[in-house]
């Protein structure tokens, strides 16, 4: 270890996920286990900026690690995009002696780090916690396996009804700019159609895609749509249907933030505790400015200015599967 840091400032900042409280206990424990400091803050960036931080202990996180959420809550700042809210911050972390940062987010979480590490000079890693699975650096992010199996759960559940009659189900999952969760929850649900931002499905494949169930006397079939869909969410893709055929009884579910909750999964546990041990070692060996993610099962510590010009695709073989498998 080289980098001479004393104490270290956890928090967690944007959309909630689970498996962030392992994460936060994984920080905890390694700083202690290094022994240096570890205070939590609360509220992401706005409990920076008011001084809301506290000094944690190996106690402190006992018996979280299997609770969704987050026992540092989160919270948007709008303050902290100025330069004045970022200096309030600043002097926050001084008056404290926290010399070292470690956030668990998203994109806008690290870029926040980012500017605090540009303005001064201040070492900071960021910890991957999105259910979107959508960050460049990394093959899993925090929450997503979780946010999936509990989508998959959901479709289950609903196709059990939809084959009690005829009917369509339209079900909206989570995912404005990725279809990570749409298209893994989709092809594990047994999906007739999944709609995802990246693909460049029209309304008219869609239809294309559920005619032929007309034609066959399907007596059941579900659509699983991401939330960014270019082409309408799951209402409005229903109303289209129904304008254009009286086949199916169409019914609509939004799995919103039912998604963001509850006990994380064994795969999202160990992950954030994985990720929180390596984000305290890189720091204390100098790295900065960086995401700390898994790749091909390795660590690996990628730099903000790598991660700010790409996004996780898609893998282009799920999309090729789904449509293989949705005849």
Do not use: W
């Not at 001084?94 to 956030?103: F, P, Q, S, T």
């Not at 910890?127 to 509990?150: C, F, K, M, R, S």
């Not at 032929?212 to 939330?227: D, I, L, R, Y």
């Amino acid at each position: 270890m080289v980098a001479d840091i004393k104490k270290i400032g956890v928090f967690t900042s944007g959309g909630d996920a689970p498996g962030m409280n392992a994460a936060i206990r994984a920080v905890v424990r390694a700083s202690i286990y290094y022994k240096k400091e570890v205070y939590g803050i609360m509220r992401g960036y706005e409990g920076m900026i008011e001084g809301d931080i506290v000094k944690l202990g190996a106690r402190s996180v006992g018996n979280i690690i299997q609770r969704g959420g987050t026992i540092l809550k989160s919270a948007r700042s709008q303050h902290f995009r100025t330069p004045e809210g970022r200096k309030q911050a600043f002097e926050q972390l001084k008056k404290h002696g926290i010399d070292a940062l470690v956030a668990i987010g998203g994109d806008g979480t690290f870029t926040g780090l980012h500017l605090l590490h540009q303005e001064f000079n201040l070492p900071v890693v960021c910890i991957p916690g999105t259910i979107d699975n959508d960050i460049a650096g990394t093959d899993y992010t925090i929450g997503y396996d979780t946010a999936t199996n509990t989508a998959v759960e959901a479709i289950d559940k609903i196709r059990d009804t939809a084959l009690s009659h005829n009917r369509l189900f339209f079900v909206e999952v989570m995912g404005r700019h990725s279809g990570y969760i749409a298209i893994n929850s989709g092809i594990a649900g047994g999906a007739g159609a999944i709609i995802i931002p990246e693909d460049g499905m029209s309304f008219e494949d869609l239809y294309a895609i559920l005619k032929p169930g007309q034609e066959t006397a399907k007596k059941s079939n579900v659509v699983v749509v991401a939330e960014g869909s270019k082409i309408g969410g799951a209402l409005e893709l229903a109303r289209k249907v129904a304008e254009r055929s009286s086949y199916f009884d169409i019914k609509v579910t939004i799995l919103g933030h039912l998604q963001r909750g509850g006990a994380p999964t064994y795969f999202d546990r160990v992950l954030a505790s994985k990720l929180g041990v390596a984000a305290v070692e890189g720091l204390l060996k100098g790295q900065t400015d960086v995401m700390v993610g898994i790749q091909k099962g390795e660590i690996t510590y990628t730099p903000f200015d790598v991660f700010a010009k790409g996004t996780h695709a898609i893998n282009e073989d799920d999309l090729r599967i789904a449509k293989i498998l949705s005849i």
